[in-house]
């Protein structure tokens, strides 16, 4: 049972008692994992865009991140509707 949208209890797969610690861990790694490449990709000159910000590099990576997200989400759907239809029908792959 949620209350607010908070587990009353630790998820065993994820080891989070709530969804903004979930949120706020995942979020965490991987933007310590993007800060390090950014400093990589600034500092190897890559981008001709004198005017490139690490700003600027964040706001792309949010808006890359959430349409990946997206699309990524509509495939699982897809997949888990794939399952659920195979196991009414006893089709087996």
Known sequence: MAVNGDALSMNAFTGHTNWVEFCDHHAS???????????????????NDRQ???RDLLNKFIDCFQ????????????????????????IHC
């Open 52 to 54: 490139l910000t690490r």
């Open 67 to 90: 349409r990946h997200f997206d699309s990524t989400q509509v495939l699982h759907h897809l997949r888990l509707l794939d399952s659920v239809h195979n196991l009414l029908y006893g």
């Open 29 to 47: 790694i991987a933007a310590e994992e993007f800060s390090l490449h950014v400093a990589q990709f600034l500092r190897d000159g890559v981008s």
